[in-house]
């Protein structure tokens, strides 16, 4: 069975661009979870879709955003990007709600220059 | 509001001796509690989970930790440490009302040879 997966794994751009960050969960999950990692600041909770809906959402700016498609996949989209953007974010999935854990996938790491 | 604590940044043991890596909570309602380990460069890995039933949760690669209502703890450990364990080490707990998970600053294994 196929883990999660992102991509790109890493990702430049320059400050005031835009970035798009895609993830695929595991077969059979319809929730997925997006968190920023940046050194120093731990684990920040980003967003929570499921079932193609946004659920909830962290303590970041408008300028984060995402959407889930039907396949269950998801875009994380980061506009207007700023330097202390560069981070590792990742993303997780599960079997919709519940306590069931949630798997990781290998991250995407996005410098901001 | 759902949180976790990892009072050590940072934990040093002797390859073959017992390890324990500490983690305490704050719940409102059941606690359900999670571990992960990062290696370097690489997402979150599972190794185990409390929802209810036994203390004593078995996990991967040898690890269990030991859930005590009382203390609101849920310690990492493992009978035997080995080199290959050195990583960092995320404690979790999930917000119930969100599906979220809620990770800890995370605390930083070195066992040493």
């Known amino acids: 069975e196929a883990g999660v997966t992102q991509s790109p794994t890493h990702l430049i751009k320059t400050r005031g661009q835009q970035a798009t960050l895609r993830c695929s969960p595991i077969s059979g999950h319809t929730s997925v979870y997006w968190y920023q990692q940046a050194l120093g600041l731990g684990l920040q909770f980003l967003l929570w879709y499921d079932e193609g809906e946004e659920r909830n959402r962290g303590n970041f700016p408008p300028r984060f955003s995402g959407r889930q498609f039907p396949n269950y996949s998801s875009e994380l989209n980061v506009n207007a990007l700023e330097l202390e953007d560069s981070a590792l974010y990742l993303c997780?999935?599960?079997?919709?709600?519940?306590?069931?854990?949630?798997?990781f996938g290998q991250g995407t790491r996005l410098t901001v220059v | 509001a759902q949180s976790v604590a990892q009072p050590e940044d940072q934990v040093n043991v002797a390859e073959g001796n017992p390890l324990t890596v500490k983690c305490t909570y704050s719940?409102?309602?059941?606690?359900?509690l999670f571990w992960y380990v990062q290696y370097p460069n690489r997402g979150l890995q599972f190794l185990l989970k409390?929802?209810?039933?036994?203390?004593l949760v078995k996990g991967s690669y040898g690890f269990e930790a030991e859930f005590n209502k009382s203390q609101t703890s849920f310690h990492l450990k493992k009978p035997s440490a080995l080199v290959s364990d050195s990583a960092l080490y995320f404690c979790a707990v999930r917000d119930g009302g969100y599906n979220k998970l809620i990770f800890g600053a995370g605390t930083r294994l070195a066992v040493h040879p």
């Open positions: 997780a999935s599960s079997r919709g709600t519940g306590n069931t854990e949630a798997f």
């Open positions: 409390y929802i209810t039933g036994d203390n």
């Open positions: 719940v409102s309602g059941n606690p359900y």
